[in-house]
Structures are given as C-alpha cells and as structure tokens.
C-alpha cells in the first residue's frame, strides 16, 4: 500500500507555488546555533529553489558544530555575527524569505531586528510547538519528527522528487538522523522509515553519513565527556534525574570547539530507569548567560520544564533554554525544577 506523504492542502500548496514563481532573491533564514535539521533543511530547500530558478542565501545567526561543516554547500551559508552587513543586505534584496526550523523570531537572538525589518513575504516551515512567528504562510506540524522531513515532503508534494540530488537527500537524512538522535526517539511513524527508503534511491551512504557526524570527535572533546560524566554528573529523584553543568573555564582547558558536547545531554539516559537529563553549559563568551539542554524518555514533559525554568521551550522529549546567571545559580534552578516535576518522575 503507498503511503500518504502529502502535507499541503492544495490552498497552500498554490499559495507556497505562487509565492515561489513570483519570488527573484530569496534568503532562507535558521535559528541560533543551528543544528542538523537547521542547516540541513535550509542546504536541501536553497537547492530545490535554485532548481527553481531563484537566486538563494541561506543566513544564521552564528556557527554551527564542526561534525556538519562536510555537509555540501554548507560553505555558501552567510553568518550573521561574521558578516552582519552582508546579511542586512541579503535581507534588504530578498522578496521572499523562508524562516526553517524555528517557531519565534527571537529563535535568530541578534539577528531579530534584521530579520524583522524584512516586509517582504515571510513563509514559516517548522516542526516545534506554538509558533508566533508572523508569516503569509505557514506550514507547521509539530507532530513530525523534523524540519527536514517536512522539506522532503514540501519538495515532493510539489513534483521535486525527481530532480533531488544526492546533495539535497544527504542533507535531508542528516537532519532527521541528528533531531531524532539517530532515529532512537520522535521516529515511531512508518512515513519516516518510508522517507529514508526514499532517500536511500538518491544513492545517499546513511552509514558515512553518520559516522561523519556522530565520530568525529578529537581526543580532547572525548576527555572532556569523560570527565563531565566522571566528575560533573548529578543524580537526582532517586535516580530518575540527572544534570550536569560545564564552566567556561572547564571548557578551555579541554581545548573545547562548538559541537564537542553536541548530543552529551543524552548519555545520563542510558542510566537504567533515568527519565531525565539536563545540561547546562556557560557561553564561552558572555558573563551569566548559561544555555541548558533537556532530555527525557516516555510521556515526561521536558518542555513544560523547559518553558517553566528555563526561558524555552521545545518537544516532549527533547528542549532547550536559557539562564541569565552563574552557573552555581542555574544549578539551583535544575534542582529546584527536578523537585517541582518529582511527581511526574516516578
């Protein structure tokens, strides 16, 4: 039986194809510290649009981790705290800008303004929960499991599928590999396992694919998660929860580059009966500011716990956040927040 892929209804899809034909300069924008469904969605849609005929930039905020620079064209992408002026014009030029893999405009922190300015047709495609990011058009469905499997569908509800390339697919499988934690959690439809087959066809190595993201890692970023499980993890509620914090001093003197903890959040979940980890991390560069990651297994709420203690928010099982204070301070927080959500813990 051939499985229903389709997304649109056909309102959107004409309204998505009109704004497409009549768009010229096109600017793809994604949320700060974008990970392998931000830059992986954002590569694999500029491709289709390029197909298309259109002139496209893809612009972030701020960097992204090592393990995806290999991902191709990812070179072409404009960073915002690296060449702000150069985006402020993009954004100037564009007729048609595509927000991917974020639900607020504040998602873009010091690129908000620019992005805001912008007057021209806004289309928002997206997977998290309660958008409010203003768009003519928007195409959400925090029921699946990335940005990137929404764009797969967008490009082949409308005709794509033929002309994607190995690039695109490779793309597009990273993304929902690094947002599903290599298909271990948000992956139990059988439209994603059907999606992979699919991009199997464009000749993609899922095999390399993943060892070029989840094995890279130098001798000093494996020391460095060695030594936050040895010496950094605290066990909470009985066993049900952990969190770990990481100063900035801490990192220095483990020679740490963006991406060297990508995924860490996770490995207190292997704990026999854990339901919870957290992770907070200082910013390697402004005081009091400290961004936590949150993970957890079955029906608990991390992003309830996410928006309640930690200025974010996100999906069930995995959310994010942040903390303007000490990291003893956002230590406070975590074990305040485990003992508010004990209840739900056991």
């Not at 303004?113 to 309660?130: F, G, K, M, Q, Y």
């Not at 000749?203 to 993943?210: A, E, L, T």
Request: hydrophobic letters at 40%.
């Amino acid at each position: 039986m051939e499985m229903e892929l389709n997304l649109l209804t056909q309102q959107e899809t004409d309204s998505l194809n009109n704004l497409i034909d009549k768009g010229e300069h096109v600017v793809i924008c994604a949320h700060k510290g974008p990970d392998g469904d931000a830059v992986g969605s954002s590569l694999a849609w500029a491709e289709y649009l390029q197909q298309r005929g259109k002139s496209v930039a893809v612009a972030v905020p701020d960097a992204w981790p090592d393990f995806l620079q290999w991902l191709p064209n990812a070179q072409t992408i404009v960073r915002y705290d690296k060449h702000p002026e150069r985006v402020e014009q993009l954004m100037k030029e564009a007729d048609l800008v595509f927000c991917l893999d974020m639900n607020a405009t504040d998602r873009v922190l010091a690129m908000q303004p620019v992005l805001e300015a912008s007057t021209e047709n806004r289309v928002l495609i997206d997977h998290h929960l309660n958008p409010t990011l203003p768009a003519v058009l928007s195409v959400s469905h925090p029921e699946l499991s990335s940005t990137c499997e929404i764009v797969f569908r967008i490009i082949c509800q409308l005709g794509g599928f033929e002309q994607m390339t190995r690039s695109m697919a490779t793309c597009l499988y990273c993304g929902m590999m690094t947002d599903t934690g290599a298909f271990t959690y948000n992956s139990t439809r059988p439209e994603v396992y059907t999606i992979i087959g699919q991009l199997l066809t464009k000749r993609i190595d899922k095999d390399r694919i993943y060892r070029r993201v989840y094995n890279t890692l130098s001798h000093w970023a494996l020391r460095l998660r060695g030594y936050v499980i040895y010496r950094k993890m605290n066990i909470l509620a009985d066993g049900r929860a952990s969190y770990f914090a990481l100063t900035r001093k801490e990192m220095s003197d483990f020679h740490f580059i963006k991406g060297d903890v990508e995924g860490l959040v996770n490995e207190p979940l292997r704990i026999r009966g854990m339901r919870l980890s957290i992770s907070l991390r200082e910013d390697d560069r402004v005081d009091n500011l400290v961004w936590v990651s949150l993970r957890s297994y079955d029906d608990f709420p991390c992003n309830k716990m996410a928006e309640e203690f930690f200025n974010g928010g996100g999906h069930l099982n995995a959310s994010g956040g942040r903390l303007f204070c000490s990291v003893e301070e956002a230590e406070q927080v975590a074990r305040r927040a485990v003992d508010a959500y004990a209840g739900l813990l056991k």
